[in-house]
């Protein structure tokens, strides 16, 4: 079993920055692939960042590519989504999520990879 605890959310002004984190706990962090995931109100769940268990293979969606950088920090049992420029549709809960996959290559983009999710740290992005 692992928990994820995501924080960092919060109202920010467009073109704005902010950074959320995820600590885990549980289980040996290294062993799992990391992803970030947003909801925003009456949309489903959507995938935003992907990143391999060494921080190697980092993948983003459309929407996010060049203003969102995921990391992650294997001694601390962290990851992180920095999330730059930010735009109203931006606006959603944002949620961090662990697999256990075996992944040789490739990324994990689809909510069915992931065995364990945070409860989700609201973003809030005023125009």
């Known amino acids: 079993q692992v928990q994820l605890v995501e924080s960092g959310g919060g109202l920010v002004q467009a073109g704005g920055s902010l950074r959320l984190s995820c600590v885990a706990s549980?289980?040996?962090?290294?062993?799992?692939?990391m992803g970030w995931f947003r909801q925003a109100p009456g949309k489903e769940r959507e995938f935003v960042a992907h990143?391999?268990?060494?921080?190697?293979?980092?993948y983003y969606a459309d929407s996010v590519k060049g203003r969102f950088a995921i990391s992650r920090d294997n001694a601390k049992n962290t990851v992180y989504l920095q999330m730059n420029t930010v735009k109203p549709e931006d606006t959603a809960v944002y949620y961090c999520a662990a697999s256990s996959y075996i992944l040789i290559s490739g990324v994990l983009t689809a909510r069915s990879a992931y065995d364990y999710w945070g409860q989700g740290t609201q973003v809030t992005v005023s125009s």
């Open positions: 549980g289980r040996t962090f290294s062993n799992y692939v």
């Open positions: 990143i391999n268990r060494n921080g190697g293979k980092l």
